[in-house]
């Protein structure tokens, strides 16, 4: 059974950082491009960052190019969202999902498995 665990969501006020981990199990990790997206209340889920399975590309939104940083690790079957200079528009449930494709990766319907959330409020 597949399974994707985010953490490390929570408040902070504007300009703060957090860094949120989403961990693996139940799928052969490596083999896999991990997303990041957030739903905010009342909008569609929405693309923030993608990383190759090799971790050799990575993609982000433009609203968040240059202040969050997503990577990987492997051999912890765990993937990063490092979110610095938070802005009260980051507000949203921030979801990890895993795709065995290798391209579209900004799409949602390109993953096949899902995390439960995890709520980052940033507060002005």
């Known amino acids: 059974q597949v399974q994707l665990v985010e953490s490390g969501g929570g408040r902070v006020q504007t300009g703060g950082s957090l860094r949120l981990s989403c961990q693996a199990s139940?799928?052969?990790?490596?083999?896999?491009?991990m997303g990041w997206f957030r739903q905010a209340p009342g909008k569609e889920r929405e693309f923030v960052a993608a990383?190759?399975?090799?971790?050799?590309?990575?993609f982000y939104a433009d609203s968040v190019k240059g202040r969050f940083t997503i990577s990987r690790d492997n051999a912890k079957n765990t993937v990063y969202l490092q979110m610095n200079s938070l802005k009260p528009q980051d507000t949203a449930v921030y979801y990890c999902?895993?795709?065995?494709?290798?391209?579209?990766?900004?799409?949602?319907?390109?993953?096949?498995?899902w995390g439960q959330g995890t709520q980052v409020t940033v507060s002005s």
């Open positions: 999902a895993a795709s065995a494709n290798s391209g579209r990766l900004r799409d949602t319907y390109q993953y096949d498995y």
């Open positions: 139940g799928l052969s990790f490596s083999s896999y491009a």
């Open positions: 990383i190759s399975w090799a971790a050799g590309m990575t």
